[in-house]
């Protein structure tokens, strides 16, 4: 039987969504193939009982996309868009350098870093993320479609959220879609609580997806350019080029909100406080009540900044390729420079500063005291250079390994409610009734899976998918 193709596409002229749909019919099989236009995107395939059945689906499937706006279209008439990515420069720092103990080249400017315990996570504007040891040796590494625009940690999950509009769950061997934000969504930050995923946008809305990928609330913001975004139990602080405001994580409900003299670049939180390093030269710190607090001020644009021990100390960088110091009440401490341009993003561990950089870097710095003051007086540590290993890493992919062995792991199910394709576990000890965060685009209706872990989410409520996945037998 001959395949049946249907290309759709869906293109605004105010750039807003920019992306294609392909069914091929063959036989009882129906492959789809979506994502911007351009690229070669996702593609995903199920075999029915019949190819009557495949048809319906297949029908079922390209209505709903006529529906949404899209039209038959022939494939590479229009180009791709390129992707909305911060506009950075770096000029040289005139300070003294920084103690970097030691330095490893990701090959492209990074914005992602998360630290903890056990390692080091930078991504990069290629899609590549990487995760090494504490004295900088990588132990792992993924290649993702697009640019990564930022790792954010929730619990023991790592996430990556990518250019191509996907969040990907990195715990496991291979890359995993965990949320598929609209693809009229610029994304330019985003942050996970409990499974609440924030996104903020080119745009400055912000919008709120749960554990199960259905959008929450959207809100658009008094300015554009949403750099910042940071969720906690209480609710989602929103930074962007008018200043920070805070919502409700349940309704959207605007609880505060203070201005800033420049445009908010990045955004940090503790428990008590959240911090918006800007334009204008400054860190602002608000209450999360909405309490105007300390403000640091730099001798440039803050591109990153970061605390320390519950903001006993605040960390700051700028685009002149300095980090600076500060104590809690707003006293400056110390200005060095990175020695590898500027930080777009940092984290304080453990007496250390990690930043990762416009050229691709990410350097451990000595924060202690004795090695910041030989610093200052022109003493720094013969830094250990890595070049990134050979080779891109593990890709994403919707083909999984099986398994008839059910000795180790938790058993869950793919079932259909309405539309959707939802996940519960079936192992016993568990509640039927809650559903599982799983990755999306392996889910099969009727398909059971052996899962690595499931975890309870700390509100309750729901599970958490964990580690690897296979499919039983």
């Known amino acids: 039987m001959a395949e049946e193709k249907t290309y759709l596409e ?53 209505n709903e996309k006529l529906r949404k706006g899209y039209e038959q ?17 770096s000029t040289a720092s005139t300070s003294k350098q920084a103690p970097i103990l030691w330095k ?3 090959n492209s400017a990074a914005f992602g870093i998360f630290i903890d315990a056990n390692r080091c996570w930078v991504g990069n504007q290629n899609g590549q993320v990487f995760a090494l040891d504490h004295e900088g040796k990588v132990s792992n590494q993924f290649k993702l479609p697009d640019g990564v625009k930022c790792l954010v940690a929730d619990d023991i999950w790592i996430y990556a959220g990518c250019d191509d509009g996907n969040v990907y769950d990195l715990t496991g061997k291979l890359p995993r ?68 405001t805070m919502y409700d994580n349940k309704e959207g409900r605007m609880l505060w909100h203070q201005k800033t003299k420049g445009a908010v670049l990045f955004g940090w939180q503790e428990a008590n406080t959240v911090y918006a390093g800007t334009s204008d030269q400054k860190i602002y710190s608000f209450s999360k009540k909405g309490e105007v607090g300390a403000v640091y001020k730099c001798d440039a644009a803050v591109y990153s900044c970061a605390t320390a021990e519950d903001g006993k100390y605040v960390f700051a960088g700028d685009n002149y390729s300095s980090i600076y110091c500060f104590n809690q009440a707003g006293e400056r401490l110390w200005k060095l420079g990175t020695g590898c341009s500027s ?15 416009t050229d691709g870097s990410l350097a451990c710095i000595d924060a202690s005291e004795a090695a910041i003051k030989a610093a200052q007086e022109g003493t720094i540590p013969q830094a250990t250079i890595i070049k990134a290993p050979k080779g891109e890493g593990a890709v994403p992919s919707a083909v999984l390994e099986t398994t008839a062995d059910i000795s180790q792991g938790v058993i ?28 999306q685009d392996i889910r099969q209706e009727g398909q059971r899976y ?24």
Not at 218 to 231: A, E, F, K, N
């Open 412 to 439: 869950v199910e793919c079932f259909r409610e309405g539309s959707k394709l939802r996940v519960r576990v079936v192992s016993p000890g568990y509640d039927p009734k809650w559903r599982v965060q799983f990755p």
């Open 177 to 244: 879609v965990a949320y598929t934000i609209d693809e009229n969504v610029d994304i330019f930050w985003l942050d996970i609580n409990d499974g609440l995923l924030g996104v903020s946008d080119a745009n400055g809305g912000v919008t709120t997806i749960d554990h199960d990928d259905e959008s929450q609330w959207t809100r658009l913001s008094q300015g554009d350019s949403g750099w910042m975004v940071r969720c906690d139990d209480a609710g989602v602080y929103h930074g962007h080029s008018k200043g920070v």
């Open 10 to 62: 869906l293109s605004e002229t105010d750039g807003s969504a920019h992306k294609f749909y392909e069914v091929i019919i063959k036989d009882s099989e129906v492959t789809i193939r979506y994502g911007r236009i351009g690229d070669t995107g996702q593609t995903q395939s199920k075999i029915y009982p019949t190819p009557e059945k495949a048809k319906a689906e297949a029908t079922k499937k390209i």
């Open 104 to 106: 490893f080249n990701s």
């Open 343 to 357: 930080a777009l993003s940092m984290q304080f561990f453990e007496n250390r500063i990690y930043i990762v950089t």
């Open 73 to 89: 279209a022939v494939m590479g008439v229009r180009q791709k868009r390129s992707v909305t990515r911060r506009q950075v420069t």
């Open 450 to 473: 052996l899962v690595q872990e499931v975890k309870e989410s700390a509100r309750g409520g729901f599970y958490r998918a964990y580690g690897d996945i296979r499919k039983l037998l």
